[in-house]
């Protein structure tokens, strides 16, 4: 793809467009957001590009596409487009952010040597929540 984005992990996906208030952001996998990302993107949208849609769980739960939300809001737009991932467990927060790490690997922006050790601390904080 020309904005460098990772193609859907999962069969089950569902493209449609809903409005920021759906979105849920309960973790990232990147330790913070990459302001110059967001600037690209953004060149890439007013020169007509198409960005991939970003991935959400049937219930809103972003998985991929921290950057692109962060574009949309910038640009002012009120529906985000986006591609639900339907099978995939909404109560395993480990899943989720393996999902989320996953989609990040592949694309135009790695994971940095942070972003593996925050994600790192993710899920090993999941993994203690689900043995206490």
Do not use: C
Request: hydrophobic share 40%.
């Amino acid at each position: 793809m020309a904005n460098g984005n990772v193609q859907p992990i999962s069969s089950a996906v569902k493209e449609t467009s809903v409005p920021f208030s759906f979105i849920k952001v309960p973790f990232y996998v990147r330790e913070t957001s990459n302001d110059q990302r967001v600037q690209y993107l953004k060149g890439l949208v007013e020169a007509g590009v198409s960005l991939s849609p970003i991935h959400i769980t049937k219930s809103g739960i972003l998985l991929d596409g921290r950057h692109r939300i962060k574009l949309y809001r910038l640009l002012g737009w009120q529906d985000v487009p986006v591609l639900f991932i339907d099978d995939i467990d909404e109560n395993d927060e480990a899943a989720m952010i393996a999902y989320a790490y996953r989609a990040n690997t592949g694309g135009a922006l790695p994971p940095t040597a942070a972003d593996q050790e925050h994600t790192l601390g993710l899920l090993i904080d999941k993994k203690k929540t689900v043995e206490e």
